[in-house]
């Protein structure tokens, strides 16, 4: 059962996939991803064709960590914000070594209030960087399932290639 | 003088798993070896045996000793002191790249660290 995918019919895909061996254009073009992973992207090979995929598995293990440490940095009274600045700044570096733009967005705004010290901004802001992050692993499951597929039929279907 | 390319032994430290293993796929992507710890403790550890590391790339902030710290270390140490040291850093602090500078780093690199930022570094280092 191949994912939807928008904008695109499957043999335009292939068609433009053999002629300017480009990589799919979502998540970029959704303003997810940002140019670093598509840097990360260009570092496979044949000697480690899965690493993108293997580094978002690392991403999700730390970021989930991460967000659960947070969480619980949120329950304290009184509030210690430069605890919670510490693991909010370690999701932002995280985010940003895979590319992951909405997300790291969002903890630059999440550390805002921590510096300024604000309770509710932190509380509001951590919403955010929850739904984006799972915005995010729902996006990259589908990617990463959808290059699966796309390399069966390639392989099944050699008058594409 | 290197007029082919060389290997080098590139020692990585970062307590971050994604930027470990960002930094040694660019590394190993342009033929390196790579050693990739998780501590500046660590990274003396495998420097103090018998090592042919070549470069040192290592993350300011880690927990415990900072990448600031390995590096004085490092130049403290006449065994190592001639290893380059190069620190990445996710913040843009000047005061801290002129301080890491000033204490004999070979360079400062910003996090996300780009491929041809490490090219152009490795480039630089093959060159001597």
């Known amino acids: 059962m191949l994912v939807n995918f928008p904008n695109e019919t499957l043999p335009a895909f292939f068609s433009r996939r053999r002629n300017n061996h480009q990589t799919l254009p979502f998540p970029l073009s959704e303003g997810y991803l940002d140019e670093q992973f598509h840097q990360l992207e260009e570092l496979q090979d044949d000697v480690s064709p899965n690493f993108v995929e293997e580094v978002v598995v690392l991403f999700f293990r730390d970021s989930s960590r991460l967000i659960s440490n947070i969480e619980q940095a949120l329950e304290k009274h009184p509030q210690d914000f430069h605890g919670l600045r510490a693991c909010v700044q370690q999701l932002k570096g995280s985010s940003s070594s895979i590319g992951a733009l909405k997300v790291k967005n969002e903890c630059d705004l999440f550390r805002e209030y921590c510096d300024e010290e604000n309770k509710e901004g932190c509380l509001r802001s951590f919403q955010k960087v929850k739904k984006e992050h799972a915005i995010l692993r729902q996006k990259l499951e589908a990617y990463f399932q959808l290059l699966r597929q796309v390399g069966q039929m390639e392989r099944a279907t050699p008058s594409y290639n | ?128």
């Open chain 2, 1 to 128: 003088m290197a007029s082919s390319k060389q290997q080098m032994h590139v020692l990585a430290v970062d307590d971050n798993s994604v930027d470990r293993a960002v930094i040694s796929r660019i590394l190993r992507s342009s033929k390196h070896k790579v050693t990739a710890v998780d501590s500046a403790q660590r990274a003396l550890d495998l420097l103090g045996l018998e090592s042919d590391v070549n470069m040192i790339i290592t993350d300011y902030w880690m927990p415990d000793m900072t990448g600031f710290d390995l590096l004085k270390r490092v130049k403290g140490s006449s065994a190592l002191k001639e290893i380059p040291v190069v620190i990445m850093s996710s913040e843009n602090v000047p005061s801290r790249i002129n301080r890491c500078l000033e204490e004999g780093a070979e360079d400062f690199l910003l996090k996300p660290v780009r491929p041809s930022d490490v090219s152009r570094l490795c480039s630089r280092m093959m060159m001597r």
